[in-house]
């Protein structure tokens, strides 16, 4: 048997091990520059690198995109509900400010008067500009009989408030009242002249306006001159301001001097009242 035959094995064995340490020696071995298979490689798989960090960045950004929606709709909720708040302020502010001098006659009327008053918010009112017949939120449980004088705080010079005649109650319930204003046709007041004390009648109209005429026709009746409620008849509480004569009518052919009055309170803006219990 030759040599070879004998020794196969071992020789084998022999040459693996030399192999092994070979590329032990290569690998472990510093080197600036890379091999042939390695650059292949990495030629591979770099681009596959970078689709794989390109997406996953995407994704990242993806879902921090939708929770930064969530917080922008998170923080778009809490302005609307901020500029709700401060919308439903500033209409608060310009109500104030609109009932200014309404608010002033009203705290005024309150300290002086030497009526038991009984206030009430206005609640409802027949079609029209005028507040000629409304409804307000109280009634027989707060007291309001039927046939009350209705008032309002006015002005009737500059600083002196006083209570300026609205109407009358005409019909009560439970917890509602139903009010004509003197401007409407069905009211008549009798007046004093507070200058010259001499007396007369008033009434509403159709159209909101209030004329009259005085007992006497010779009185001394001018522009200008305040009316108040008499008391005569029982209809409206006495000394409570009606207006001011906004002109002079002589009537000789019917022996009477007629007037029209400017009534102290605006029947175009009513907000609240007063009821003389």
């Not at 290569?26 to 960090?53: C, D, F, H, Q």
């Not at 109500?95 to 009327?109: F, R, S």
């Not at 002249?193 to 010779?218: A, E, M």
């Amino acid at each position: 048997m030759s040599f070879f035959n004998r020794n196969k094995e071992r020789m084998m064995v022999t040459a693996v091990a030399i192999i092994l340490i070979v590329i032990i020696g290569v690998t472990s071995t510093e080197r600036m520059a890379l091999s042939k298979v390695e650059k292949i490689i990495g030629n591979i798989l770099t681009p596959i690198g970078k689709v794989s960090n390109s997406i996953g960045k995407g994704v990242s950004d993806f879902f921090e995109g939708v929770k930064n929606i969530g917080k922008l709709k998170e923080e778009n909720e809490s302005l609307k509900k901020q500029i709700s708040k401060l919308e439903e302020e500033n209409r608060n502010y310009l109500n104030i400010i609109g009932k200014t001098d309404y608010l002033k006659n009203e705290a005024k009327v309150l300290e002086k008067t030497s009526f038991n008053l009984i206030s009430a918010q206005i609640i409802g009112k027949e079609p029209g500009s005028w507040f000629d017949r409304f409804t307000i939120d109280k009634g027989i449980k707060d007291g309001i009989k039927k046939g009350s004088t209705v008032v309002q705080g006015v002005e009737v010079e500059q600083n002196i408030i006083v209570e300026g005649v609205v109407g009358r109650v005409v019909d009560v319930g439970d917890n509602w009242s139903k009010i004509v204003s003197i401007i409407d046709e069905v009211n008549s007041i009798s007046f004093v002249n507070l200058r010259t004390q001499d007396g007369g009648v008033v009434s509403g109209s159709i159209d909101g306006q209030i004329s009259g005429f005085l007992y006497d026709n010779k009185s001394d009746v001018i522009k200008g001159d305040k009316l108040f409620t008499s008391g005569l008849g029982g209809v409206f509480a006495k000394d409570i301001y009606i207006g001011e004569v906004d002109e002079v009518i002589d009537a000789e052919e019917e022996l009477m001097k007629k007037i029209t009055v400017k009534p102290a309170v605006n029947f175009k803006k009513l907000y609240k009242v007063f009821v003389i219990d």
